[in-house]
């Protein structure tokens, strides 16, 4: 659910802002992925799609990242702990203790731990 979540966020923050870079994006490979659980400790999930749509539109990654950021966060605002920004155009994505308990509890009687 989380993954597919993010995905679908991703495809409208690109199809809103960046209409006519669609079919460019599509042929490019916009990752979401687990990066690596060991120090530096960089998220939940990350994506690249920053550092690719400035290679195919010519501006830099971080003036997106505000931008990008509002968009996620106003698309559900419990799901992330916290977005943040690393170069040269990842944004790495902490998924919230809160949201994660509560998806637990969907399945299960009694709060993670």
């Known amino acids: 659910m989380t993954l597919s979540f993010i995905r679908k966020n991703i ?6 802002n ?12 916009v990752t979401l992925n687990n990066p690596l659980k060991t120090p ?3 998220g939940d999930h990350s994506t690249n799609v920053l550092m690719l749509l400035s290679f195919v539109s010519g501006g830099d990654p971080l003036d997106y990242f505000e931008e990008f ?5 106003s698309s559900d605002q419990s799901l ?3 977005i943040t920004y690393c170069p040269p155009g990842f944004v790495n994505f902490s998924i919230s203790h809160k949201y994660l308990n509560q998806q637990h509890l969907n399945h299960h009687d009694k709060p993670y731990s």
């Not at 960046?18 to 490979?29: E, G, H, R, T, V």
């Not at 950021?69 to 966060?73: G, N, S, V």
């Open 18 to 29: 960046f209409p006519d870079k669609i079919d460019i994006l599509n042929d490019l490979d």
């Open 80 to 82: 992330f702990e916290e």
């Open 11 to 16: 495809s409208e923050f690109i199809s809103t």
């Open 40 to 42: 530096p400790y960089f």
């Open 69 to 73: 950021k509002l968009h996620m966060i």
